[in-house]
């Protein structure tokens, strides 16, 4: 009996991408991060991301990547 690889003609086999797939891969470029803020501050932060239809995690990687590019210059 053929193995495998003699059954599909000499080709490796491929690794379909999926989200799930894609979000392993990703996963160690991406870091996790916790603040304690005003509770009243961050419903309206909340409150305003929702009328604009962006998500919170959305603005803060916005604010964290405008403030590395102002700051970076001290690294």
């Known amino acids: 009996m053929p ?3 003699e059954a ?3 080709q490796e086999a491929v690794e379909t991408k999926t989200a799930v797939n894609a979000f392993k891969s990703n996963f160690e470029k991406n870091k996790m991060i916790s ?3 005003n ?3 961050y419903e309206k932060f909340a409150a305003i991301n929702k009328k604009r239809g962006i ?3 959305k603005i803060l990687n ?3 990547a405008d403030y590395v590019l ?3 210059k001290l690294l």
């Open 8 to 10: 599909i003609g000499g």
């Open 70 to 72: 102002e700051y970076e």
């Open 35 to 37: 603040a304690y803020v």
């Open 62 to 64: 916005l604010m964290i």
């Open 39 to 41: 509770i009243d501050r």
């Open 55 to 57: 998500s919170n995690n």
């Open 3 to 5: 193995s495998l690889k």
